[in-house]
Every structure is written in structure tokens, then in C-alpha cells.
Antibody, heavy 120, light 110 residues
Framework: QVQLVQSGAEVKKPGASVKVSCKAS????????ITWVRQAPGQGLEWVGW????????NSAQKLQGRVTMTTDTSTSTAYMELRSLRSDDTAVYFC?????????????WGQGTLVTVSS | QSVLTQPPSVSAAPGQKVTISCSGSTSNIMNNFVSWFRQFPGTAPKLLIYDNNKRPSEIPDRFSGSKSGTSATLGITGLQTGDEADYYC???????????FGGGTKLTVL
């Protein structure tokens, strides 16, 4: 069965970086992309970005461009999302989801979420 | 402030029907596929509807989706207390080259 398993919760200081992993299993990793979505406490969903597991093409939300990097390791079927220069408003649960194309919101499988807390 | 507009909350009695609206624009809903997600507290969202009106195989036909112009609608019939959750619409927005979501609608089954 398809599974996306994310790394554990993180606590970071403002200005630091965080790297969240998302390990996929149960399907051919290269045939799909990975979308990242975040959710601040008590708030709605916010799209972070998308990466093609096959080509490595990426696209990220304009407000995060320059601070976010998405990568994949096809040898371990793992996707990574790194966010730099963390601010308090980056505190959120970060989800990865399987997504075929960046323009198609067909997110059929999700990771369990990773809480990233940014606090001094 | 979300690009797509949803009512903050809706409510209905068990067994009744409810609809949740999602309003957008020509750069998003009108020309792109809409998906709907359900989220229980503390859990990941789950895909309910994709491509405007298609259901994943495990989603019962009590859930339906439609789209007209710059708006989309999620319908739920035969409401159950287990349907109480937050519901989100999402679609691609060509003007910002990003997936955008509605602010979410909290469904209460009275």
C-alpha cells in the first residue's frame, strides 16, 4: 500500500534552517511528484511547492521563493523540503503529498505531517 | 486571506444534505480542475473529490462535486456525525503559478 512517512517534529530558533523528509513506499517513486503543504496552528492549508521525482523540476510559492529548497533522492524514494531563515510565522505542520503534476491538485496520499516550531 | 472563498462554517442535522461553496476567479476555478479535501483535527487532509466531480474509489457517493464558472460546490447527503470536519477546496491558479486553497469550512452535524 502507498505510504508517505515524514520525519519527526523539530524546534528551531529564528534564522535557523529545517529539513523535513518524506519517505515514500508502495509505488514507483519516479512516476509521481511530491507536493508540500503547510498548516499554521488553527489556520488553513497553504501550498509550499512541488517537485517532480523524475526530473527534479520544482515550483514553490512566491512568498517562500529564495528560502525553500525541495529535493528528492530516488535511490531511497525520499523527498526533502528545506526551509531557511526561519521566522515565527513559519511555525506550522508541514505535510507531503503525492501529486502527479504541479498544476493538478490530485493529492491522493499524504504523509502524517511534521510539526516545525520556530521559537527563541 | 485565501484566494478561494469558502464559508467559515455550515451546519445541518443528521440525515440532511449540505453544500459548501468555493468561489474563485477566471485565473483559478474557471479554467482548472478543483479538488476537495476533508480534514479531521490533528490528521492529514484526505482527498474527497478531484477533477471537479470525480470520487476516489473509497469515497462513498454521498459526496459529490460540481463546478460552474468561477465557483465550485461540494455536496454531502445523508449527513452523519462522523462527517464533522474541516473541508477545503483547492485548485491551480494560473496568475501565480501555484495551487491555492480555500480558507476551509467547518461542518457541524447538529
Amino acid at each position: 500500500q502507498v505510504q508517505l512517512v515524514q520525519s519527526g517534529a523539530e524546534v528551531k530558533k529564528p534564522g535557523a534552517s529545517v529539513k523535513v523528509s518524506c519517505k515514500a513506499s508502495g509505488y514507483t517513486f519516479k512516476n509521481y511528484g511530491i507536493t508540500w503543504v503547510r498548516q499554521a496552528p488553527g489556520q488553513g492549508l497553504e501550498w509550499v511547492g512541488w517537485i517532480s521525482a523524475y526530473k527534479g523540476d520544482t515550483n514553490s510559492a512566491q512568498k517562500l521563493q529564495g528560502r525553500v529548497t525541495m529535493t528528492t533522492d530516488t535511490s531511497t524514494s525520499t523527498a526533502y523540503m528545506e526551509l531557511r531563515s526561519l521566522r515565527s510565522d513559519d511555525t506550522a505542520v508541514y505535510f507531503c503529498a503525492r501529486g502527479e503534476e504541479q498544476w493538478l491538485p490530485y493529492f491522493d496520499y499524504w504523509g502524517q505531517g511534521t510539526l516545525v516550531t520556530v521559537s527563541s | 486571506q485565501s484566494v478561494l472563498t469558502q464559508p467559515p462554517s455550515v451546519s445541518a442535522a443528521p440525515g440532511q444534505k449540505v453544500t459548501i461553496s468555493c468561489s474563485g476567479s477566471t485565473s483559478n476555478i474557471m479554467n482548472n480542475f478543483v479538488s476537495w479535501f476533508r480534514q479531521f483535527p490533528g490528521t492529514a487532509p484526505k482527498l474527497l473529490i478531484y477533477d471537479n466531480n470525480k470520487r476516489p474509489s473509497e469515497i462513498p457517493d454521498r459526496f459529490s462535486g460540481s463546478k460552474s464558472g468561477t465557483s465550485a460546490t461540494l455536496g454531502i447527503t445523508g449527513l452523519q456525525t462522523g462527517d464533522e470536519a474541516d473541508y477545503y477546496c483547492g485548485t491551480w491558479d494560473s496568475s501565480v503559478s501555484a495551487v491555492v486553497f480555500g480558507g476551509g469550512t467547518k461542518l457541524t452535524v447538529l
